[in-house]
């Protein structure tokens, strides 16, 4: 296995250095560690490598985490930085930047309004959904007049679309797909950027978790979190086990659209977050999805003789329209 060494570069993230060793795929109840080293720049044997770790991931655990991924930890620190400034905001001025079914899932979700697992509880979180517009460009619309926001997400975002994109590569490639298959798929993508705060656990009689077990809408989502902890995994076999932060790396899973996609080979997984005891918790989802208009249906590789595929064809973004309705009770908005 590879071996990992930290040294601190300030109060809340941590520079990974790898030594030189060969890489393992964990064992399948636990959640892999994948390198990317390489795979930004298309070297052939890190594609030929990541591909077979991702393929295990994917089929096995429906959660990964990777490392290697080129993003340096300034923008990590940066983008954090920027979470916590806007969570920290008078209530009048979150408020101000509200949700709605007009919004094209832009704005603020408050405390206790969003439910993750419709019939239990509601979540004790709040958030707030940055988009970009279909040409790819920055999108000021209902973003807070914070110093160096605007500059700080467009940055971190456009590196989360390249992150996901280079991720579906290797992904292609298992299915025996072409490496680009997914290029024209995710070139004008419905990709929201998910600035996540959750309070201390209270002694509240409810059980209510920070987000309820869920899985994700789309195709990939890539997670960076402070070091609470609280992430929450199921395995195969019904146990919830934790999704501790590991240090300079992203949190990475698929979710019920590339499932479909792959006519249940990959299967995305349920998770959760449990609010941590006497302090906050911060992160930043990336949720990666088609372009509305991408076709999904089942890939060829994916069915087996006999078998007929198990959904029928529908766009990437009806899809995700006849899913957005159980969270917020309107049709343009995003589950965490």
Known sequence: MTAIKTRAINTKFFLIEASASHHRVPPMNDIPIIDLSGL????????ARVTGEVAHACREVGFFYVRGHGVPNDVLDAAMAQAHAFFAQPQA???????????????????????????????????????????????????????????????????????????????????????????????????????????????????????????????LTLLLTDDAGGLEVQRRDGAWIAAPPVPGAFVCNIGDCLMRWTNDVYRSTPHRVTNPKGRDRYSLAFFLDANADALVEAIPSCISPGERPRYAPITAGAYLASRFAQTYGFTQAEKA
């Not at 919004?103 to 988009?131: C, H, M, W």
């Open 40 to 47: 930004p720049i298309r070297e052939p044997a890190a594609l």
């Open 93 to 219: 001025r979150k408020d101000a930047l509200k949700i709605s079914a007009d919004s094209d899932n832009q704005g603020y979700v408050g405390l206790r309004t969003e439910a993750l697992d419709p019939g239990r509880n509601i979540d004790d979180k709040e958030a707030f959904n940055i988009r970009i517009d279909a040409r790819d460009h920055w999108r000021s619309l209902r973003c807070p007049e914070l110093p160096g926001f605007d500059a700080v997400m467009a940055d971190y975002f456009s590196r989360m679309l390249r992150l996901g994109a280079d991720l579906h590569r290797p992904i292609a490639r298992d299915l025996g797909l072409a490496e680009d298959y997914f290029d024209m798929r995710l070139d004008r993508p419905m990709a929201t950027l998910r600035l996540l705060h959750y309070p201390p656990a209270s002694a509240r009689a409810d059980g209510a978790f920070g987000a309820g077990a869920h899985t994700d809408y789309g195709n």
